[in-house]
């Protein structure tokens, strides 16, 4: 395989390996979509597609060159070339899991909107942020003063309410 | 006969997983009862398993009739013994804790059998993609749980950790994947031989293999630079789950790491690729560090042992990575130790909030004149976790420390030194954090020389000083802790009454504790003994 890479370049990788091309992409456009994106749905659907680029490398190492389906009819010929069963069988688990993941991650989201109504991370750290539950961000400012009022204040904007409310 | 033991121990908390449903549907509180049933059945299992393995040595299942290498196996030896009878005998615990400090419900104990069920089966398996399911169930069950006193920001949390959780758990699916390309099977046993015989330890596949294992496992133990869902996760969680969790949830997936590195790769395999044993070492030695000091800077008492959990499973990365006989028996002790040490602090931070209601360093001074009991074997657990003998903790760090060492002098050279150097660092910052929690329970509060018992003063430099974690909590939700009239924290409104010590706390998680902290002390003076019984399990993988 390697030999193939050195001698006939990226463009025979791309003729006689596409299957392995697309699992590198799609893996590295999960990745990316999870780490990047701010919202938790969309975080979610990027790891739906890092999980289905792992199933696309286990269904690709399967494949034999004119294999057929691996079934033999009862009575059968015996012998013959079928493609390894084996990684769909893990493939289909593996599918399951994934499906249970997705599943408590929506949910997970539905209790995050029903309680801040949103789902953009950014806009979820400020309320996290004000309501206390995550560290609050310190201000070059507030920095010098003591910690108490960096709990309330510092944060800045956000929470200035509390004094002005009333 | 005596293998279909090994199935019974998977099999019995997964079918008990489906009754607290099934049976919820009709009556009213019937979970747990029936996960006590469930968990103390799998303890009586794991303990005529481990009989079984004492006497008789090993013993294998070939699930469903299919022989391994095609079919499915469950092995026992004396490793997954051991960590088998900690997986039941501290979900056992947890439940006398679960019952008083909820969260209730029948669901909840549904989650709990099916995470006891998937960390019997990580243990057990002896099949690199059974494993994978494993891993999966156990943590599935564990974003449940986090999630489960419906809170928004544990939601969060628990999303953290099953975004970052399921890429370590698919990294890791993705390493067994391209060890089934390299060695087309998915036995332990048969990996370990057919690597040698189809690809060498040198093949590009086996060796990427290994590397996207041990990175999707150690997303899942947490270890420093991948660390960062798990203090959230701990501390958002509701304190049963933080316990089960913590003692539990990060040793399994340690433990997967260790049977991977020495069963499947084997240490010939880390002798061949010293770049990738000295990478893991490297990052293990950061993780000790980073752990430790991260751990002495919070005022959550719950986001303080986290932390100090990235660090010590740094120490049993470290332990792994150094590949000799001594470190990797340190790493195993520690492995035991820290479960059995974080069960004992999770659980009586667990209980001091629920009979005295704070988390907080801050508020809890003098809580060792309160709660006398609950506050010393917090106490006793924490110098366990800083490594004073006699206790287990000592044990691990020391043996890890002198493999350490021995692979610096036996011409690891710098790395192993720096290993060394690191763990006595971080035993350092251990000291640190878990004296100022001793100086906090005994030698602070109202009525004391030098009054230390100020605590509005002195509160804003302690949070200055963290990370910031819970300053807002402390200034925001929370009014100032209750006290009593001599000034030692006041018992929250309803607190259970123990019949059995003054500690506002209920008896059955407090003898658990006791149990706890007896484990850990007696276990440190069995040095010779745990070395004798891991003895054959380092006899073989450095045969």
């Known amino acids: ?166 | 006969m005596i293998d279909v033991l090994l199935p019974l121990a998977v099999v019995v908390p997964i079918v008990a997983a489906t009754l607290p449903l099934a049976l919820g549907l009709r009556y009213d509180r019937v979970g747990w009862p029936i996960a006590a049933v469930g968990t103390t059945a799998v303890a009586g299992i794991a303990a005529a398993i481990a009989a079984e393995v004492v006497v008789n040595g090993p013993f294998d299942h070939a699930l469903g009739g299919f022989l391994p290498p095609v079919g499915i196996e469950l092995v026992a030896d004396r490793l997954s013994v051991a960590v088998l009878l900690l997986v039941a005998a501290v979900s056992v615990a947890t439940l006398a804790f679960a019952r008083v400090a909820g969260p209730r419900g029948n669901p909840f104990y549904s989650a709990y059998l099916l995470l006891v069920g998937g960390l019997v089966g990580m243990v057990l398996t002896g099949d690199l993609f059974n494993l994978f399911v494993f891993l999966e169930i156990t943590g599935l069950t564990t974003y449940a749980l986090i999630a489960s006193d419906r809170s928004g920001a544990s939601a969060y949390a628990s999303l953290k950790y099953l975004v970052v959780g399921t890429v370590g758990a698919s990294l890791y699916l993705l390493g067994v994947g391209y060890v089934f390309l390299a060695t087309g099977t998915l036995n332990m046993l048969d990996v370990q031989a057919q690597i040698v015989a189809q690809a060498g330890y040198g093949d590009p596949l086996v060796r990427a293999s290994y590397a996207f294992i041990v990175t999707g496992l150690a997303l899942k133990i947490a270890i420093f630079p991948v660390h960062s869902w798990q203090p959230d996760a701990y501390q958002r969680a509701p304190d049963s789950v933080t316990t089960v969790v913590a003692a539990l949830v990060s040793t399994t997936s340690a433990y997967a790491l260790i049977r991977v590195t020495y069963t499947v790769f084997t240490v010939d395999f880390l002798a061949a690729n010293e770049g990738i044993a000295t990478a893991l070492l490297v990052v293990s030695t950061v993780s000790i560090v980073a752990g430790s000091a991260l751990a002495a800077m919070q005022s959550n008492l719950k986001r303080m042992f986290a932390y100090s959990s990235v660090a010590q499973f740094g120490m049993i990365g470290a332990a792994v990575a150094l590949a000799n006989e001594t470190a990797l028996l340190g790493g195993i002790v520690h492995l035991i130790g820290h479960g059995i040490m974080k069960f004992g602090l999770f659980l009586g931070i667990g209980l001091l909030a629920l009979g005295y209601g704070s988390r907080q360093m801050s508020d809890l001074a003098s809580a060792a004149r309160a709660a006398p009991y609950t506050s010393g074997a917090v106490a006793v657990l924490g110098l366990g976790l800083v490594g004073i003998p006699p206790s287990i903790g000592f044990l691990g760090k020391w043996y890890i420390g002198v493999g350490a060492v021995d692979a610096g002098l036996a011409g690891g050279g710098a790395v192993g030194i720096a290993v060394a150097a690191a763990i006595f660092v971080s035993t350092l910052f251990t000291l640190s954090y878990v004296a100022r929690l001793i100086e906090r329970f005994y030698f602070a509060g109202a009525g004391l020389p030098g009054d230390h018992g100020e605590i509005f003063g002195d509160r804003g430099d302690d949070d200055a000083a963290t990370d910031g974690g819970d300053a807002a909590a402390v200034g925001g939700r929370n009014e100032s802790p209750a006290k009593t009239a001599d000034g030692l924290p006041a018992p929250v409104e309803g607190a259970p009454r123990s019949w059995l010590v003054p500690d506002r706390v209920p008896t059955a998680p407090l003898l658990a504790l006791g149990l706890a902290v007896l484990a850990t002390v007696a276990l440190g003076f069995g040095g010779f003994a745990l070395a004798e019984w891991f003895g054959p399990f380092l006899a073989e993988v450095f045969a």
């Open chain 1, 1 to 166: 395989m390697f030999a193939l890479a050195s001698a006939g370049g990226a463009v025979d990788i791309l003729a006689t390996r596409h299957a392995y091309v697309a699992f590198a992409l799609l893996l590295c456009i999960g990745l990316y979509m999870m780490i990047a994106n701010p919202n938790l749905v969309k975080k979610i659907i990027g790891l739906n597609l890092f999980q289905t680029a792992i199933f696309l490398l286990f269904i690709a190492s399967a494949y034999v060159e004119g294999g057929s389906i691996p079934i033999v009819p009862i009575g059968g010929p015996e012998g013959g070339l079928y493609v390894s069963p084996l990684p769909h069988v893990l493939v289909l688990t593996a599918i399951v899991v994934g499906v249970s993941l997705t599943a408590v991650g929506l949910a997970l989201c539905i209790r995050i909107y029903d309680e801040y109504g949103t789902l953009r991370t950014d806009t979820l750290r400020e309320l996290l942020r004000d309501e206390g539950s995550i560290p609050a961000r310190r201000s070059p400012n507030a920095a010098g003063t003591d910690g108490e009022p960096a709990a309330d204040g510092s944060a800045g904007a956000p929470d200035a309410g509390g004094e002005t409310d009333d």
